[in-house]
């Protein structure tokens, strides 16, 4: 303790007290506070410019979910319309066999009926013509039958025969 | 018989050693377990040693 | 640890004694591996006889008889004062001086008296002390690097324990410590405004500046910052002032210029005072309430606490003062006692392991330079933050 005292200089104390003091307030004045002041300002633009950066990142995401949203939606509009057109095409398909089965059943049963009616028609016609022909074929058989008695009482009797058979 | 004030020093040295001693492994220590925390140790570290070294300066130059 | 340069002294000799007696041993080139291990220990036990020297050295030099005894003790007294020289302020800036001569080579500095009026005269009338300066019709002598008004005849009085009874003028000489805190002063000037200067032109620093602004914003962010809180900007300025100011002037001290001024007592009071103004004047009423009224303890502690904090506040910048004197002061003390040993060991042995010795020490001492910076910066820092900060939870102290 005696040889701090001793070694203790008051006036090297005084020169240390006021050249610091002089020293912190230029320093202060003309050197800490620009730089600090610089490095600050730095500092806040680098976080300006990460962040901005981060904006423009989240706008891009944005923007692609955008697109993509659009693409999806496009995609299932193409999806919807596709599906449409196949049931369309389906229905157009089943309507259209429905309604040829409708005009085939249709056509069938006309034709049916036709075939029925001309079958009746031909059955008739052949009946008027088989008793035509018959009558004709009579006429001849008679004809040449009833040159003789005998005979023309045994076709009556056979043909009579026959009609009680038809 | 008077002890000089050397002796006194001396007791001091060994006081302030031992403890210096020991936060320096602790610390040792403690960055082993945890190297991610190396920075905040040796800052508690230096912290801790400082003041113990204060003291022993102190000490030793009242003695 | 009073008398820090008679204990170098006293373990210096002892070295000289051990290798004096054991030289025939070590012709033998089977005990050379030994011999080396026999320096190496002793010198891992450098610490050791630092702080129990003089006795231990005393003890051998009653056993061991040493014919060159004067001659050693004249070199041994020659280098103290070398030391001494060293680490002590002075009147005139000497490079180096030649003692075969008489010869000093540097330049004087001003001497600035205040004893009944202004007294201004240049250093170079000491003659080193060797004669008596007269100034308006006063006498002044130097005695032991101190200013003393004498008469004509530099006459000294002591009294009987040989200290001068002369009295002693207000002394405000630019010595050589004055004139090295002025150059620091004007170097840091220089170099960061002009590094505030380059910070006009762009973001980035350049030239010098590029050094250095990775350490002031560590000191912003490594130790304003978690230290103080959010309050650290107004403190910024001593902060950075006070960490480049003692880091600069400790590596001046490295320097051949023979420059001690971290390690004047009187320098780290000054800073010590600042620190300590500052966080007085900044305290708040939190700070203060922790000393005088400490919450959250019973009543009675409190009373017992408070004249323990009272005196922690004075303590604390003690400690800074003493760490930062000391570690400095040491480091030099103990780098020249090495350089010096060269001296006793006279052979190629020693002096290359005074050299190497002393180079690893010097780059130990580039650590403490920066680290006792750091340390007084970052403890100012919590000492500032204690003074700010606030508590709004009273109940968890």
């Known amino acids: 303790m005696d040889k701090l005292i001793n070694d203790f200089s008051f006036g090297l104390f005084f020169w240390q007290i006021l050249l610091f ?22 500092e806040d633009g680098i976080k300006n410019a990460l962040a901005a950066a981060e904006e423009a990142k989240k706008e891009m995401q944005n923007v692609t979910a955008d697109s993509e949203k659009l693409l999806k939606e496009a ?57 035509n022909l018959s009558v004709e074929i009579a006429e001849k058989v008679i004809k ?10 045994k076709l009556v009797e056979d043909m009579l025969g026959d009609i009680k058979l038809n | 018989m008077e002890i000089p004030g050397i002796v006194g020093g001396g007791l001091i040295v060994i006081g302030v050693g031992i403890g210096i001693g020991r936060i320096g492994g602790s610390a040792m220590d403690a960055i082993a377990r945890q190297p991610e925390a190396t920075g905040k140790i040796q800052t508690a570290m230096l912290i801790a040693a400082a003041l113990i070294e204060g003291i022993g300066f102190a000490a030793l130059f009242v003695s | ?48 006889l630092f702080f129990s020297g003089t006795i231990f050295a005393q003890g051998v030099e009653h056993h061991i008889d040493v014919p060159e005894g004067a001659n050693n003790a004249g070199m041994e007294e020659e280098i103290d004062e070398d030391i001494e020289h060293h680490i002590q302020d002075s009147y005139s800036f000497t490079f180096f001086s030649d003692s075969e001569t008489g010869k000093h080579y540097g330049f004087p500095l001003p001497v600035i008296l205040w004893d009944d009026g202004l007294h201004v005269f240049s250093s170079s ?40 009874t002369n009295a002693k003028p207000l002394d405000f000489s630019i010595t050589k410590n004055v004139v090295m805190m ?49 309050k650290y900007k107004k403190f910024m300025p001593y902060l950075l002032t006070v960490f480049f100011f003692i880091w600069f002037l400790n590596l001046f001290g490295l320097t051949p210029l023979g420059v001690n001024v971290t ?21 708040n009423k939190n700070y203060w309430k922790h000393i005088f009224w400490m919450p959250g303890v019973p009543v009675p502690m409190k009373f017992i606490l408070a004249p323990i904090e009272l005196l922690g506040v004075f303590i604390k910048p003690f400690a800074l003062m003493i760490r930062l004197y000391a570690n400095i002061m040491a480091g030099h003390v103990v780098l020249m006692s090495i350089i010096a040993l060269v001296f006793f060991v006279q052979n190629w042995i020693g002096g290359g ?22 340390i007084f910066t970052l403890l100012s820092a919590l000492y500032f933050g204690f003074a700010v900060e606030e508590h709004d939870h009273e109940e968890a102290h």
């Not at chain 1, 157009?92 to 409708?102: G, N, Q, T, W």
């Not at chain 3, 030994?34 to 220990?41: A, C, P, R």
């Not at chain 3, 973001?203 to 590029?210: C, D, L, N, Y």
């Not at chain 3, 392991?353 to 750091?374: G, H, K, R, T």
């Open chain 1, 75 to 131: 995609r299932a509009e193409r999806e919807a319309m596709l599906k449409e057109a196949r049931e369309l095409k389906e229905k157009m398909i089943s309507d259209s066999k429905e309604l040829a089965r409708v005009e085939g059943d249709k056509m069938i049963k006309q034709a049916q009926a036709t075939i029925e009616s001309e079958k009746k028609a031909a059955v008739a016609d052949i009946k008027s013509q088989v008793a």
């Open chain 3, 1 to 48: 640890m009073t008398k820090p340069l008679e204990i170098k002294s006293g373990f210096a000799f002892f070295f000289l004694k051990e290798c004096r007696t054991f030289a025939p041993i070590f012709r033998d080139r089977y005990f050379l591996s030994f011999m080396h291990i026999n320096y190496f220990t002793k010198f891992l036990f450098i610490g050791l």
């Open chain 3, 353 to 374: 392991l005074s050299l190497v010795l002393a180079f690893f020490l010097s780059i130990i001492e580039l650590l403490v330079a920066a680290l006792q910076a750091y």
């Open chain 1, 21 to 42: 003091v002089l020293l912190l307030l230029l320093l202060r004045k003309f050197a800490w506070k620009p730089i600090l002041n610089a490095v600050n300002e730095r």
């Open chain 3, 263 to 283: 390690g004047n007592i009187a320098v780290t009071f000054a800073l010590a005072i600042i620190t300590f103004i500052i966080t007085q004047f900044s305290g």
């Open chain 1, 144 to 153: 040449e039958q009833l040159s003789n008695k005998d005979k023309q009482l």
């Open chain 3, 125 to 164: 009338k000491f003659h080193h002390g060797e004669t008596v300066a007269e100034s308006n019709g006063n006498h002044y002598k130097l005695y032991h690097n101190k200013v003393y008004k004498t008469d004509a005849a530099g006459t000294i009085n002591y009294d009987e324990e040989h200290h001068p």
């Open chain 3, 182 to 230: 002025f150059v620091t002063g004007l170097l840091m000037f220089l170099l960061f405004a002009g590094l505030a200067k380059s910070f006009k032109k762009g973001p980035i620093a350049t030239g010098a500046g590029r050094f250095f602004e990775p350490i002031v914003l560590y000191i912003r962010d490594d130790i304003a910052k978690p230290n103080i809180g959010p």
